[in-house]
């Protein structure tokens, strides 16, 4: 067959009806019409068109069975990809410029502490008095312009694939996790008196996942195992005053809900893979209650 009949040939081929400049000799399984490779969505039997697999029409299946799913087992959504990479970035973003407007007030009010008087407050400060918010809030504090430049530059380097793997709920999920689990570490092992704050728990907690990721995709994971590595060394160096345990805490949260999140069987992808992150999350609370009975 010459061009000039292959091009004829083409023309003479409906065009599908989402894309109608696009000639196609598939049509869709449930309802006929005439679809492109880029419409076309796997069926038991031949291929249907995203209206149908999104009613679920007379397929048997629950509306979103067929449809396109991360590794994870997430949805995959049109639009911007990184939208909650860029949102996290942009609230750590916003707190901070708060806290160079309204200066230490802030910071001393939401800052993770066990217990201790801060000067400005009445009575003691912390989570043993009560304040539980201050593992979460703590999170999206940070001490410098350095601090929240290094940490942010982690977050966009490793949140983007992340997200894309994961999909947005079980990626958010991996990050609060993660970033409590760290918080929780720090409340236990550091002294009573000592303030902690910064996205670093819940970013370790990106290394861990990714370096699970990474080697459920047979990845070369040496790039991100050399950047944990030189994480880790600051991580424990005495002359620059990082909290180590959020580190450690994040880090291990994150490996476990990774694990959970990437390994989890089919059949029971979604009771895995929320069980791990309770799992996580219920032994945090355990450390945060075993801290404030030594301290109250």
């Known amino acids: 067959m010459n061009q000039d009949q292959d091009e004829a040939r083409q023309s003479s081929l409906p065009g599908c009806y989402r894309h109608p400049e696009v000639h196609t000799g598939i049509s869709c399984a449930r309802c006929a019409r005439p679809i492109c490779p880029q419409c076309m969505i796997s069926a038991s039997v031949g291929f249907q068109c995203p209206e149908c697999v999104r009613s679920g029409s007379g397929t048997g299946h629950a509306p979103g069975a067929n449809r396109p799913r991360t590794v994870a087992g997430g949805a995959l959504r049109a639009g911007d990809p990184q939208l909650l990479t860029k949102i996290l970035i942009g609230i750590n973003a916003v707190v901070f410029l708060?806290?160079?407007?309204?200066?230490?007030?802030?910071?001393?009010?939401?800052?993770?502490?066990?217990?201790?008087?801060?000067?400005?407050?009445?009575?003691?400060?912390?989570?043993?008095?009560?304040?539980?918010?201050?593992?979460?809030?703590?999170?999206?504090?940070h001490g410098g312009f350095a601090h929240i430049a290094f940490n942010m530059l982690s977050l966009?380097?490793?949140?983007?694939?992340?997200?894309?793997?994961?999909?947005?709920?079980?990626?958010?999920?991996?990050?609060?996790?993660?970033?409590?689990?760290?918080?929780?570490?720090?409340?236990?092992?550091?002294?009573?008196n000592e303030p902690s704050l910064g996205a670093s728990g819940a970013i370790f907690g990106l290394f861990g996942a990714m370096a699970v990721l990474m080697r459920r995709m047979r990845y070369d994971m040496r790039p991100v195992i050399g950047l944990l590595v030189v994480n880790l060394i600051f991580t424990f160096n005495p002359w620059v005053g990082i909290a180590w345990q959020a580190h450690v805490g994040g880090l291990v949260a994150g490996v476990l809900v990774g694990i959970g999140m990437v390994h989890a069987p089919a059949p029971r992808r979604a009771l895995t893979q929320w069980g791990s992150c309770a799992l996580v999350l219920a032994a945090s609370l355990a450390l945060v209650l075993i801290r404030t009975a030594e301290l109250i």
């Open 98 to 141: 708060v806290q160079q407007a309204v200066g230490d007030r802030f910071t001393d009010a939401f800052f993770l502490i066990g217990r201790a008087g801060i000067p400005g407050f009445d009575g003691p400060q912390g989570v043993a008095e009560g304040q539980w918010y201050r593992l979460l809030t703590s999170m999206f504090l």
């Open 156 to 192: 966009w380097w490793l949140g983007g694939p992340l997200e894309a793997a994961l999909g947005r709920a079980r990626y958010l999920a991996l990050y609060m996790v993660s970033g409590l689990a760290g918080g929780a570490l720090t409340y236990l092992l550091a002294a009573s």
